[in-house]
């Protein structure tokens, strides 16, 4: 009995211990606290510190601290989808991937931000639409990202302006330069990436992503064009079946590729002394003969819990990461390109130039199927490509495959 | 078994009173506690709790929408097709993968227990790929494949042999040669030095007399060595049976369940379900159908113990 009377003390003890803990986060007085959510490596989470202290110098009434995620963006997504279910008021503000909102809105996770009414008209349109989801707007573009073709200006004469010619363009490459061995570098392997490849390629052919036309003649064109890329034209290595975007990153800055396929990152890494392709970097969306160019949205928004007690502070805090001034000291920083339009200043091409010709990538800009049920749409397709890449099923069977189990994903979760 | 009966016994005929035989059994209840407690929390607990989610809708993505489906999850798991084909690499993937690395840890134990000048020293160096996480494993051999820059290719090259330009990762059977390499290089050691234990045991008389009787090597090897070995044989056939047969990491890493579909295994079909879709229904239902298929193997194996010693 007496054991029991103790521990029944101590369990008291420790729970009033505890609610004191969590009450003193609400308290009135002195400035409002707000958690930021982001990722915290390298010169990116430098650049955030920095905006971070900038902030809450000029803003004594908020305070911001940072909660550090997982860089690998399927772990972060783990990481906030835990604190979402259990129902936590923090982190008020948080990054999240482009593919992501539609998922948090469905769930009831993030607040719909259309009381604060941004101006829209300040953000490249694709990005835009990966933070609305049945109408609403969920989320604020922070910085965009988007994936083009890279290519060798000393090699290439002019930039293909269909397909076709890059094809062309590519044989002729190898066959003049011994020491190009890859003509065309892409990341085939079964992962998110082969999605945003296949996504660059459709607007060559008119096709697109649209979850119920996926097995659309213009979608199997522009497969049968990948597929043909490694067993007919022979400028694509059979390796590519398995490479991301590292691997692709090796061929083109060793020198070895003549065109390959990346996001903008690659193009300051290009731009370093003592880079292979230094001065020889030239940046285009994937081309299209028959409709217009499309390249695969990546890039991050910035949500609002929508257990947020502070969603005033927060919708303050995103009004300040996305002004151009703040976008512009992010974009030299870390190299994260300005989702503000009008951030692409004089004064971001003085000390970065190639931002320049990486505008021309974001204006078509196309976001994969902003759906709650991305996530199970892109494992379909990571396998259903790759299946078609590595010759294991045709273009057109490969497709239809897709189609049918993305009909049930999407039939089946009511939406 | 019998160890628990014999608090009672030793109290022998005297039995004075109830009450020294209740407080020893509140002893041994006692000391017993902390085992069970943790027993039933750490693994009671979520088999109950996953089996009882396996019954339910349960997307943690649609909140509101639990709701009690008796079998369907386990109908969907049949009728998807995610069942069978994962199920059958997946037992591909366990016999070929422990029969290999029982042969090759069964010679490497047969060597480090002869003696030779530096065995402490190889007997070390054989434990370090068991050291390695698998992770790393699996980039090195990942990259040890690569076409471009591996040097599996630059090796067959060399050596003038065919293969020397395989994309591996490109073909089913060659990424499945990949995965078993990985696999066989990290868990190799680990049969290793259970056989070599086991071999540690064995009397050297039995040799000696073997000898005298007139036994070859192979004779020995044959009737003292086999026999002699088969507990430690068993103990480490049902550790790597286990867990070959819930193999992950070493695809996740390698082909990603690729080329399309190819590699694809039980526990990679279940990761999905309930990482990628957080479909904790029927991610349960398959973890259900992985305990029970786990358990089939263990109570095998145990009956396959039980008549040989």
Redesign the interface.
Known sequence: MVVTRRLAAALLGGSMLFLAACGSGGGTSGPVSIVFATQGLGAEGDASKKAVADFNKANPGIHVSILTLSPTA?NAY?QL?QRF?AGSDTPDVITSDVIWPA?FA???WILPLDRFHLNTGDFFAGQLKSGTYQGKLYAVPWFINAEGVYYRTDLVSSPPTSPQQLVQEAKAVMSSNPSI?TGFAFEG???EGVVTAFLNVLGGFGGSLDPSKIDSPENVQALTYLKNLIYQDHVS???V??WQESNVQ??WLSGQAAFAMNWPYIFQLSEKAGSAVQGKTGWIPFPSSTGTPMSALGGDDLVINARSKHPDAAWKFIQYLTSPSVQIQRAIGAGDPPAVKSAYTQQLYSQAPYYRQEQAVFNVVEPRPVS?VY??IS?VL???L??A?????SPEQALAAAQQQINGIVHG?GG | MGAAASPEAELGPVRPAAGRAFRRWTMAGAFLAPTIVLLVAIAGFPLAYNLYNSFLHLV????GTERFVGLANYRQLVASGDFLQPFIRTSFFTLVSVALEFVAGLGLALIMHRRFWGRGLVRAAVLVPWAVPTVVSGMLW?NMF????GFVDWGLGALHLPGATT??????WTSWTVILVADAWKNTPFLALILLAGLQVIPDDLYEQARIDGAGVLRRFRHVTLPMLKPAVLVALIFRTLSAFLIFDVIYVI????????TETLSYVNW?AF????NFGYGGAISVALTLIALLIALVYMRVLRLET
Request: no cysteine; charged share 15%; glycine share 12%.
């Open positions: 399927n783990q989808t279910i998922t469905k769930s009831g061995k392997a079964k992962y290595p059979p390796a079946t398995s090796d061929q709650p996530p199970q494992e990571q396998t259903q790759n299946a890449l590595t010759n294991q099923t979760s | 943690l993505t649609e909140p990942k690569d076409p471009g820059s994309a591996w990762l490109n073909g089913v082909t990603g369940g690729g080329p399309g579909s190819a999905r990482l990628v879709e957080t």
